[in-house]
């Protein structure tokens, strides 16, 4: 009798596990297995990186990314060229390939080094331009847009420690204090 619940019991959570592991299992669709070639000359890229004092760690670094789309998660990934390291922090590599000044403020590469930056969390973001040899840091903030209503709390805060300060004054005077 006691056997028969221990076998129940083990195949059940078995049976338990395997359906568990079906049902939490992100789908994998449309996600390309085969490496990408290299879209710039990979030797200029490194050498840059080794005469400014960076180790490589991982080439064309890969983070899944899950995306729900109307109850739907579709896999997906985003990639950087290379992932380095200098002093114990990791640095996430971007290497900018093609004529031109590189623009800050160019749509395409600025969502590229913020997805990037967010996915992979490092210490620091680097951007190297092959047509210079330049390697730049990158970093973004938010700043808070001030508007109207920040003006108002502002002046707000300020009236009640004026009035606050109004009344201890004339608890001092009438030496109710």
Same mark, same amino acid.
């Given at each position: 009798m006691?056997? @028969?619940?221990?076998?129940?019991?083990?195949?059940g959570i078995i049976i338990g596990g395997v359906l568990l592991y079906l049902i939490l299992k992100p789908r994998? @669709?449309?996600?390309?297995? @085969?490496? @990408?070639?290299?879209?710039?000359?990979e030797k200029d890229a490194e050498n840059t990186l080794k005469k400014y004092g960076y180790q490589i760690i991982i080439r064309q670094p890969r983070k899944n990314i899950i995306t729900r789309f109307q109850g739907q998660d579709h896999l997906s990934y985003t990639e950087a060229d290379y992932?380095?390291?200098?002093?114990k922090k990791k640095y996430l590599v971007i290497v900018k390939t093609g004529e031109?000044?590189?623009?800050?403020?160019?749509?395409?590469?600025r969502q590229r080094l913020l997805v990037n930056d967010y996915a992979f969390s490092p210490d620091g973001l680097l951007l190297i331009d092959l047509s210079t040899g330049d390697l730049m840091p990158v970093s973004f903030s938010f700043p808070h847009?001030?508007?109207?209503d920040s003006f108002f709390q502002l002046f707000i805060v300020f009236f009640?420690?004026?009035?606050?300060?109004?009344?201890?004054?004339?608890?001092?005077?009438?030496k109710l204090f």
């Open positions: 006691l056997e @028969t619940i221990l076998i129940s019991l083990a195949v994998q @669709t449309n996600l390309p297995q @085969t490496p @990408t070639a290299p879209r710039f000359p992932l380095v390291k200098r002093e031109g000044e590189i623009d800050p403020n160019e749509p395409a590469l847009n001030r508007s109207i009640i420690i004026m009035v606050v300060i109004g009344i201890i004054w004339l608890m001092v005077y009438l």
